[in-house]
DNA sequence: GAATATCTACGAAAATATTCGTAATAAAAT
DNA sequence: ATTTTATTACGAATATTTTCGTAGATATTC
């Protein structure tokens, strides 16, 4: 990926992201069958996406015989970090406070989660502190 | 709104929601104005979205004279609730806290801010401690 | 009161995203 | 070696979202 702050994969693109982060390198067949297990998908559709993803460099591919390789080449925790700024615009107007609020509000966080975000606070007040 | 889970409104529409959060009732032009402030876009542009919104039951209309006025029919923070719901399985594979963190780690957040969500954590583990 | 401006309604074009059918090719099985 | 199976390439149909042109109605201005 050249241009780092341009990445916007779409809804079905993000999906097969999480299936090639989980699996570092999968073939059409994989993904399509990891695809399958939440919802009907052709083959074909698959492939499709996949090629598309691999024209927008997203996915990079080798070929290993008569199939293709594919890897993801951008980084999960990019991605998130990249969608997730779009998501606090569009949706909190640039809050990332209010995302958090309501994240902590009403999502599904445990007691041991709370702790470590605590942590996390902790650190993060004593960099902003200086 | 009758189904109320099944919110899903464009990023357009999501625009022209967040104005009429602000503005409570507006017209379309008013709307437009505001939306004018930060990109070009045409009156019937803004026109033909609203009236989607308004078959779709997203927003509701009053005729005042010769204008119409319209109005959110859906409120700002439940529909951030859903949205986020829906973000954070597309994105975190549904790990709200992979969010937080994420979140907190690299958006703005100022210590203010942070002493906030110290507390709701405070309360929150009050309730989870039960 | 004629011209101008400002609305709404509506259809359809344009842009983007998703799905899949068909053909070509290569491997595997019989 | 012929048939069956599995793969890629590609074009096109479908669906969704965004944009806007045109027409008709109503007010406003000169």
């Not at 299936?19 to 067949?29: M, N, P, S």
């Amino acid at each position: 990926m050249e241009n780092i702050s341009s990445i916007k994969p779409t809804e079905s693109e993000l999906e097969i992201l999480h299936i090639l982060w989980q699996l570092g390198k999968a073939t059409v067949r994989q993904v399509n069958d990891e695809l399958s297990k939440n919802r009907e998908v052709g083959y074909t559709t698959t492939l499709k996406l996949m090629q598309i993803m691999h024209d927008k460099h997203i996915v990079s591919r080798t070929e290993e015989g008569r199939y293709h390789l594919y890897q993801a080449e951008i980084g999960e925790e990019q991605t998130q970090q990249l969608l997730l700024g779009k998501f606090v615009d569009a949706t909190f107007r640039g809050s990332a406070m209010r995302l958090v609020m309501q994240a902590l509000g009403n999502q599904e966080v445990s007691l041991d989660e709370l702790e470590e975000i605590k942590k996390l606070i902790a650190e993060k007040e004593k960099n902003l502190g200086n």
